[in-house]
């Protein structure tokens, strides 16, 4: 006999729970300015304790309309979030969903993600290290459809795999002589670069080799460049740069290319993510191609299919990634197709008839 999953708590049980008025606890969720922080901290408890949503979530819920579904991003700058959230909102129209997109980098999203929860049938989420309790993440999943993207562990984690791939492009620079790397990007700033310095540690470990700490800048294209020029300043460079994207690597080979230097012969680069600037570079960037927007689809897929028809994953899903290889770690670069001179199109000159 399966056991039934108890009704959404009210705005009178958390009022009740934690000794104040509804209405102290409606300001608290709008985000009033009015309400001291200790109130607003037992009005929060009693919200993650009981579970609470909103009543229009609540509502939707029992009335199974499916009609619109949420995601949180870090943020929406460079290539990688733009291509996830495509590929999301793709998958999300095929369905006739809409999308609601919270986007924020700060701490603290517990009262702005339930608002977003209280308006959609289910939930995908990305958020940086720290930024959002798991507590609180697990108290929603109780209550939605909910996803982690890129990050967490548990059948409702949907991710690319990293470390093997971080691994074996280690190992390809290895191939080419080099062994003084330095892993550029915070590992502490997204799982997923995490795991790929987890593999560029493995790779050194299995050679017999030290890992070097990383580089611990930011993932944008401004901290490539300031790296770069870190680099410089320092003298002492190393003889292959691991980024943990494309951003970091194409800012430092056009960096240090201006510099003088000359890639691969000085140093090797490799990046991460293959965005389509990779085949365009000189040479052109080693990478690895991770499937970003299938992550999306994938996401809006899963979300959609347990709203619909109660199916929950059972499994993380685990995306494959591929080492692509270009000049820049060293390999040759592939040889471009043979061009026959332009020709322009012969037209005959018309001779005016005499009059």
């Known amino acids: 006999m399966t056991g039934t999953r108890p009704g959404p708590a009210t705005i009178y049980a958390v009022a ?6 509804i209405a102290t606890v409606s300001r608290v969720l709008q985000g009033a300015a009015r309400v001291s922080d200790a109130t607003r901290a037992k009005v929060m408890e009693a919200v993650r304790t009981l579970d609470y949503l909103p009543r229009g979530s609540a509502r939707a819920l029992a009335a ?10 870090p ?47 289910g939930l995908a989420v990305m958020a940086r290290p720290g930024q959002l309790a ?10 939605l459809p909910l996803v982690r993207l890129a990050a967490g562990v548990g059948a409702h984690a949907i991710s690319t795999e990293n470390t093997d ?34 593999g560029f540690v493995a790779a050194h470990a299995r050679a017999g080799l030290r890992a ?11 901290d490539g460049r300031r790296v770069a020029h870190q680099l410089l300043a320092a003298g002492a460079l190393p003889d292959g740069l691991v980024c943990a994207n494309d951003e970091l690597a194409v800012a430092l080979l056009d960096e240090l290319q201006r510099a003088g230097l000359a890639v691969p012969d000085d140093l090797a680069i490799t990046g991460w993510d293959d965005v389509m600037t990779a085949r365009y ?27 619909t028809t ?46």
């Open 16 to 21: 009740a729970s934690a000794g104040v008025s």
């Open 64 to 73: 199974k309309k499916h009609e619109a579904v949420g995601l949180m991003l």
């Open 75 to 121: 943020e929406l700058t460079g290539p990688y979030f733009a291509e996830l959230l495509v590929g999301f909102e793709s998958a999300a129209a095929g369905f006739g969903l809409s999308v609601a997109l919270l986007m924020t980098d700060e701490p603290g999203l517990s009262r702005p993600l339930r608002q977003l929860a209280a308006r959609v049938d």
């Open 134 to 143: 798991d507590e609180e993440v697990d108290s929603l999943a109780r209550r």
């Open 165 to 198: 791939s971080a691994c074996e492009l280690t190992e390809h620079l290895f191939g080419h002589g080099r062994r003084r790397l330095v892993f550029v990007g915070d590992p502490e700033l997204a799982p997923d670069g995490e795991e790929r310095y987890a």
């Open 212 to 222: 070097a700490g990383p580089l611990r800048v930011g993932y944008s294209e401004q």
């Open 281 to 307: 570079t000189r040479p052109g960037l080693t990478s690895v191609a991770q499937p970003v927007r299938e992550l999306g689809v994938v996401a809006a897929t899963t979300l959609h299919r347990w709203v």
């Open 310 to 355: 109660g199916e929950q994953p059972t499994t993380p899903t685990i995306l494959p990634t591929r080492v692509v290889l270009r000049g820049s770690c060293g390999c040759p670069e592939a040889t471009p197709p043979a061009t026959r001179p332009l020709r322009m199109p012969v037209r005959e000159t018309l001779k005016e008839e005499p009059e």
